[in-house]
C-alpha cells in the first residue's frame, strides 16, 4: 500500500544489500533508513546511491568511519574511480572552494551498538542528510541524480527498514518536508525492531490484529511524520488513528461512513472537545478499497494527506510534543502498514 508512485519498503534486508528504486530519484523524494550500528565487526558502513548493481557510478557515498575519533566520508565515484582530494570540515568551517574531491565532516552522530534513522532527501542542488531527526550536512550534486536508479548499504550496520517517500506530497507553498521514519513493524508485540532472523521480505505482507497500539519511539517533534495504509472492509461503519499522550488523545482521526464525514479532535482527561469536519474536497477515504494516511507533525499542526493528497492540517490542542508517543489504530479496516 502507499502513494501513488510510492515504492514499497524493503524490510530486515541483509547486509551487504542492493535493491531497485523504482522510477529513478526525483527532486523532493526521500529514502530512509532504520537500523542498528553493530557493536563490533569492523569500522565503517556506507549508504551508496547509484547507477545500476553495479558501483562504478556512485553519486552519493556516505560513509561513516570509527576510526580517528569518528568522522563520515562523502564522495562520488564516476567510471569506478574515486577523486583524491580531501576536503575537511571541522565544525562550521569547511573549504568547499573544490567540490571535486572527497568531503570528511569531523563528527560522528552514529554509536556503535545503538540504533539509528537516516534520511536523505533530494533537492534540486543538493542531499540533504538527516540523521536521528537532525540535519546532518548538505552534499552538492556532482552528477544528475535522476541517474539513480539502486541503493547500496555494506559494513557494521544490520538493518530494519528502507523507505521510500515520493515527492509532491504537500503543496509547494508548504514547510519543506524534513519528515523522519521509525518503522514499527513487529515480530513480536512491544518488539520495536523486527527479529533480524526474520527472512528479508519486500512490504507489504504482515496484516495485523486490530486494535492495533505502538510506542513511537521519542515522542513526536516538528518534522516527525507517520504513515498508515491498510484496506476498509466493504461492510465499513467507521475507523480510527489516534496519537496519544498518556490516557489523553491528541489527536483523533476518524473517517466515518455513515455519515459521510472525517471527524477530528482531541481528547484531554476523558473530555472530547469540539470537532473538526470540514474538507476541501469530498469524503476521501472508500469502502473496500485501501488507503494510505500520512501525518506529518510540525511545530504548530499536524498536517495530513491521504493516497498522495494534501487534505487538512489540524492544530494541536496538547502542546507538549514529546509526550505524544503512541500511535492506536481500530475500526473497520484490515491495516497493512504503521509507521512511525
Avoid at 504513515?227 to 498518556?246: C, E
Wanted: with cysteine; glycine share 10%; charged share 15%.
Amino acid at each position: 500500500m502507499g502513494f501513488g508512485g510510492a515504492q514499497a519498503s524493503y524490510i530486515n534486508p541483509v547486509v551487504p544489500f542492493t535493491g531497485m528504486i523504482q522510477g529513478g530519484l526525483q527532486d523532493g523524494h526521500k529514502i530512509t533508513i532504520i537500523g542498528t550500528v553493530l557493536p563490533s565487526g569492523g569500522n565503517r558502513f556506507a549508504v551508496n546511491l547509484q547507477t545500476g548493481h553495479n558501483d562504478s557510478d556512485i553519486a552519493f557515498h556516505f560513509n561513516p568511519r570509527f576510526e580517528e575519533g569518528g568522522y563520515v566520508v562523502c564522495n562520488t565515484k564516476q567510471r569506478g574511480s574515486f577523486p583524491s582530494i580531501i576536503l575537511v570540515e571541522r565544525g562550521d568551517c569547511c573549504n568547499r572552494t573544490k567540490r571535486a574531491g572527497e568531503e570528511r565532516k569531523m563528527h560522528m552522530p552514529f554509536q556503535r551498538g545503538y540504533s539509528f534513522e537516516l534520511c536523505f532527501q533530494v533537492q534540486s542542488s543538493e542531499f540533504r542528510v538527516m540523521v536521528n531527526g537532525n540535519l546532518f550536512t548538505q552534499y552538492a550534486h556532482r552528477v544528475p541524480f535522476h541517474r539513480v536508479d539502486a541503493i547500496s548499504i555494506t559494513g557494521i550496520v544490520q538493518l530494519s527498514s528502507i523507505s521510500f517517500q515520493p515527492p509532491g506530497i504537500w503543496p509547494a507553498n508548504s514547510a519543506p518536508i524534513t519528515q523522519t521514519f521509525v518503522h514499527t513493524i513487529h515480530s513480536t508485540p512491544g518488539q520495536m525492531f523486527p527479529n533480524p532472523v526474520i527472512p528479508p521480505v519486500v512490504y507489504p505482507n504482515p496484516v495485523y490484529q486490530l486494535p492495533y497500539f505502538t510506542s513511537i519511539l521519542g515522542g513526536l517533534y516538528p518534522s516527525k511524520s507517520i504513515l498508515v495504509s491498510g484496506t476498509i472492509l466493504p461492510s465499513a461503519q467507521r475507523f480510527y488513528i489516534n496519537l496519544r499522550s498518556g490516557s489523553n488523545i491528541a489527536f483523533h482521526l476518524n473517517p466515518r461512513f455513515n455519515e459521510n464525514a472525517v471527524v477530528r479532535n482531541t481528547q484531554i482527561n476523558g473530555s472530547w472537545g469540539s470537532e473538526e469536519r470540514s474538507l476541501p474536497r469530498g469524503m476521501p477515504f472508500f469502502r473496500g478499497q485501501s488507503f494510505s494516511v500520512w501525518i506529518m507533525c510540525e511545530g504548530h499542526c499536524f498536517k495530513v494527506a491521504v493516497d498522495g493528497q494534501h487534505l487538512f492540517e489540524y492544530h494541536h490542542r496538547l502542546k507538549n510534543l514529546p509526550a505524544i508517543n503512541n500511535l492506536e489504530v481500530g475500526g473497520d479496516i484490515q491495516l497493512t502498514h504503521g509507521q512511525t
